[in-house]
């Protein structure tokens, strides 16, 4: 549950900033597009945990994870 929560708190965080970042420019490609960017960087990032590595790395790339989804999540809902 501990390392799930950057996730969430980053999903729920960027989900709000997007949505009024979307409503006040009006723009929503550009949020979709780097949201989905930021999922597939953090989820490469993410295959190259191993054994060795830090707990602050994998909250780094749950955190970022987080972010892509809550850029495109907001967009496609």
Excluded: C, H, W
């Excluded at 549950?1 to 490609?29: D, E, Q, S, W």
């Excluded at 191993?50 to 987080?66: K, R, V, Y």
Aim: proline share 3%.
């Amino acid at each position: 549950g501990l390392i799930l929560m950057p996730m969430n708190l980053a999903v729920f965080g960027i989900g709000i900033v997007i949505g009024v970042l979307t409503t006040r420019t009006g723009r929503y490609k550009v949020f979709a597009v780097a949201g989905t960017m930021l999922i597939l960087s953090a989820t490469v990032l993410l295959l190259l945990l191993d054994a060795n590595s830090t707990p602050l790395e994998l909250t780094a790339i749950t955190f970022l994870f987080g972010v892509g989804i809550g850029m495109s999540f907001q967009i496609y809902t």
